[in-house]
């Protein structure tokens, strides 16, 4: 079965051959075809509305664990890999249960990647394939990365300086993904505080086997006035320092704020995002990384999403490579063309 790689109106990708469609983390879908669920970001999760409209059953394909982490989030899936011929599902490194898709050994769609073995994540396996079809959120090369070493010697050395001054430290982090990473790295300092989601997502990790040292959930942490007893780690969602809550913290107990982005990199990110300090780390490949995969994978066609997708092509062209970004201003233009529903391939 040949499959071609499609991108449809809403600038989402699918694979199409003569006998099926399968959609890669679409957020909307016009048919009862397969979805694949990379990751329970909700930026790859299909809108509820859909899942309720269409009968999926047998039709998506994800991991367990990301089914898992879905269902707490309000949505009803199982992973039914089973039925879909020729496919295989690729640790891609990014977060728990979070998969790479790889299409009878010739097509891998690498959705969020991080290559970078951190705390309990593996660096992934990149399979050598025909045609990848890879992120590019960090495709640009100023987006590099300090080594992950270098970053818990610094934050370490931060937490120990504040916490022999009595201060009180809050990491901030995406709440899926980064907030477990962040536990995993710096939980052995106590109490250990984390935002309640935080703590619903740190307690599903610890069904699937990943060791979490034992934390705090924030409203009990209020209830039991454990806030008085300073020092205290709280990991807390990543959100400017100007946030009320934060900003009372702050107030209240002289605490200082930590944010971990890739973002970091730029220069003006701290004072745009008002925080104390920023750390430039991410569940997503740097510039190096994401260039190290296509390497790897040595594929004859090449397509980017996400971030610098342009640039990234651009540079992967120059490097003598063949690639092409999911072109929106493009695909917008044909899409007022009543004939064309779908479109072949990115120009
Ligand atoms: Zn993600
Ligand atoms: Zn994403």
Redesign the pocket.
């Given at each position: 079965m040949e499959y071609e790689v499609i991108s449809n109106k809403n600038n989402e990708i699918l694979l199409k051959s003569d006998k099926v469609k399968i959609y890669l983390d679409p957020s909307h879908i016009i048919d009862e075809e397969f979805i694949f669920i990379s990751h329970a970001?909700t930026?790859?999760l299909l809108n509820k509305k859909h899942l309720k409209k269409f009968n999926l059953k047998n039709k998506i394909i994800s991991s367990r664990e990301t089914s898992a982490i879905a269902n707490l989030r309000g949505y009803s899936i199982m992973d039914y890999l089973g039925s879909c011929e020729g496919v295989q599902l690729i640790d891609n490194g990014h977060i728990l249960g979070s998969k790479g898709l790889l299409v009878n050994n010739k097509i891998f769609y690498t959705s969020?990647l991080s290559t970078r073995k951190r705390a309990f994540l593996k660096k992934p396996e990149i399979p050598k394939v025909e045609t990848l079809i890879i992120e590019s959120t960090f495709g640009k090369p100023e987006y590099q990365f300090p080594p992950l070493d270098q970053i818990i010697h610094q934050v370490n050395s931060l937490i120990s300086e504040m916490y022999a001054r009595g201060i009180p430290i809050i990491l901030m982090g995406y709440s899926l993904g980064k907030a477990q990473i962040l536990t995993s790295l710096f939980g052995t300092w106590k109490p250990l505080i984390v935002h309640d989601d935080i703590y619903r997502f740190n307690e599903i990790y610890k069904n699937f086997g990943i060791t979490l040292e034992d934390s705090i959930p924030l409203s009990n942490a209020k209830e039991k006035e454990i806030l008085n007893k300073k020092p205290w780690i709280l990991i807390y969602p990543l959100t400017s320092g100007k946030h009320n809550f934060i900003a009372y913290l702050k107030e209240r107990y002289g605490a200082i704020t930590v944010g971990f982005s890739g973002w970091a990199i730029n220069k003006n990110y701290s004072n745009f995002m008002n925080l104390d300090y920023v750390i430039p780390f991410s569940d997503h490949c740097d510039f190096n990384e994401l260039v190290e995969v296509v390497k790897k994978s040595k594929p004859e066609k090449i397509f980017t999403t996400?971030g610098f997708q342009k640039e990234f092509a651009r540079y992967l062209n120059f490097i003598g490579f063949n690639a092409e970004p999911v072109d929106k201003q493009k695909i917008n233009k044909i899409k007022n063309n009543k004939n064309n529903k779908t479109l072949d391939g990115f120009f």
């Open positions: 970001h930026d790859h969020d996400h």
